[in-house]
């Protein structure tokens, strides 16, 4: 590991757990440091003591560490024995590196369902003020016949810029929607549909080259939605 000399005004934390998909947050995580000039951390929470993790666990966590000196991290952070929340010890470490940028993976398979019951994208946002989150998407089939002229489903946000509302792939303060984006299968724009809840009741709108096309039927489903941002 060493230090990334460059800008300091941002810097990114890759949050990784046990799986083949770590792995590729960690590059993702790099390269985004890599295009920013900027120094990234690697984290894992564990409610086990290390002392009790198997051999699988272990071997993750060795591979982590060595991407982590391949990749040059700053730091390799594992919290282990952790009994808090997950959302609450990443927040900790984001406020002793200054964090401004996070990293988490998500699974196509329940993406919906945490949509429609609570999003832990939210919950970090809770506790967390002023950093930008990045969703990555590790299934990207498509499970529905309805939607097999589209690209399998990614989590995104919409924001009002200028009177529009545009898609956004990272989890700012500004937000007023969250949802799911399908994109069209061929295209190279973001042309496709934007589906979200609000009230238990699923909504659907189309985008065209990122903007969306047609009036929206409901006030936002983001809970921080409408606050004033703190001034700083």
């Known amino acids: 590991m060493k230090n990334r000399k460059g800008r ?10 046990y799986g083949p998909n770590g792995e590729r947050l960690i590059k993702r995580g790099a390269k985004m440091a890599n295009m920013l000039d900027c120094p990234f951390y690697i984290l894992t929470v564990d409610p086990l003591p290390y002392d009790d993790f198997d051999a699988d ?3 993750y966590v ?4 060595e991407l982590a000196d391949e990749l040059g991290a700053e730091e ?3 919290m282990d024995n952790e009994k808090r929340p997950t959302a609450k010890a990443i927040a900790e470490v984001a406020h002793k590196y200054n964090i401004t940028q996070i990293v988490i993976g998500q699974t196509a398979q329940n993406r919906w369902e945490e949509i429609t019951k609570g999003s832990f994208v939210n919950v970090l946002l809770r506790v967390m003020s002023f950093i930008d989150i990045h ?3 590790f299934d990207r089939e498509v499970h529905t016949e309805e939607d097999s002229s589209f690209e399998g489903g990614v989590r995104c946000f919409l924001l009002k810029e200028e009177g529009d509302y545009v ?3 990272s989890c700012i303060r500004d937000i007023c929607y969250e949802g799911i ?6 295209t190279d724009f973001n042309n496709g549909i934007f589906r979200y809840v609000h009230n238990g009741k699923t909504y659907q709108v189309q985008v065209h080259d990122n903007k969306i096309t047609e009036p929206l039927k409901t006030p936002g489903n983001v809970k921080f ?7 700083g």
Do not use: A
């Open 167 to 169: 898609l956004s792939f």
């Open 181 to 186: 984006f399908y994109k069209e299968i061929g």
């Open 57 to 59: 666990k272990s071997g």
């Open 76 to 78: 390799f952070i594992l």
């Open 62 to 65: 060795d591979r982590w560490e």
């Open 135 to 137: 969703i990555v998407s």
């Open 225 to 231: 939605y409408g606050e004033k941002k703190p001034k």
């Open 8 to 17: 300091m005004d941002e810097s990114i934390l890759v949050c990784v757990y």
